[in-house]
């Protein structure tokens, strides 16, 4: 019969291993235990390597709920993001979770799925598990939302996008900005008849009105537009350029809200043999790794996710912390990446 067998027998209850019983095994009082587990340095080698070997004899992993209600602190980041299979978020949520990390924290994650209802019902399962800080991406544009937020008094980070009434932190970029800068640069190609793709999210929306709104400044007419809605794939992007082109057959470029849509895009302009880019100009968004190889390499809008991820960690973990954070507010800008699809 094992350690932790001959605890169970002595027990009541769930079953789990409790502080108490890692204390009797290792012959120290539970007060002795619980220092010897989160603050190693307050009792001796010989104790810390006893209770040490009972925890590994056990099992036993500390109950940081219970911990967390004791010293009002999680150690706990919680992250809000619309999905994990876009690949633009990746460098940013790893970003995040690796500085959250090598600071002493842990980074719990939930998807949307660019959904409003489930965001609700994420944040209001968040709250309730007080994490020291909340990390979202976008801004919360629901009332309610932002209401739990404020009343919750957990420090906030918004990000990936900006708003003159944060609601706490914020690290992001203007989306009309980007929208108006993709039209300028394709109308500075000689680009006359102009296009876009864009997904169903509210950020998408942005950039397509701003790029939209330049290019009736210069007299070029009305941009078409397909909204692709959730569907975010290589194949959408292709059915949106057949779309295009049976409403503007003489279209010259395309400005798309992913590199993914791009890619379709660009895959059905060479199955009809239109050359990329003295028929077509193409251009995405997100700048993901794999758009520098393709051929034609994809000219995009980059997104300096390390930068918001590594960023917003220690704005989190100062809050978190009790210190000030100096700047809370940061437009963190964007680049085009001019490559051969231009």
Known sequence: MNDKDKIKKSRRGSGAITLRDVAKLAGVAPITASRAVNSPG??????????????????????RVAGGLASSRSRLIAAV??????????????????????AGYQ?????????????????????????????????????????????????????????????DMLIGFSHADIGRTVADFLMSKGRRRLALVRSGDERANRRAIAFSEAVAQRGLGEVCIVNVGDARSLKSGREALRRILAQVP?????????????????????????????????????????????????????????????????????????????????????????????
Do not use: K
């Not at 009792?43 to 109950?63: C, F, K, M």
């Not at 993001?81 to 090598?102: C, W, Y």
């Open 42 to 63: 307050q009792v001796s080698a010989e104790v810390l390597r006893r209770v040490q070997d009972a925890v590994q004899r056990t099992g036993y992993v500390p109950n």
């Open 81 to 102: 993001v619309p999905s994990i299979v876009v690949s633009v978020f990746v460098e940013m949520i790893e970003t995040l979770n690796n500085t959250l990390f090598d």
């Open 107 to 167: 980074l719990m994650l939930g998807q949307t799925g660019y959904s409003a209802v489930r965001e609700e019902a994420l944040l209001e399962a968040i709250i309730g598990r007080r994490p020291d800080g909340i990390f979202l991406t976008g801004i919360m544009l629901s009332a309610r939302g932002r209401t739990r937020l404020l009343a919750s008094g957990i420090p906030v980070i918004e990000t990936w996008d900006l708003t003159p009434t944060p609601i």
């Open 250 to 342: 003489d279209v010259d470029a395309v400005f798309c809200s992913s590199d993914l849509l791009a890619m379709g895009v660009m895959t059905e302009a060479q199955a009809q043999n239109m050359p990329v880019p003295q028929r077509l100009a193409i251009v995405g968004f997100g700048d993901v790794p794999y758009v520098a190889d393709m051929v034609p390499a994809l000219t995009t809008v980059h997104i300096n996710g390390r930068e918001i991820g590594e960023q917003a960690a220690r704005f989190l973990v100062d809050r978190a912390e009790g210190r000030t954070v100096d700047r809370p507010i940061i437009d963190i800008g964007f680049s085009i990446i001019e490559r051969d699809s231009t």
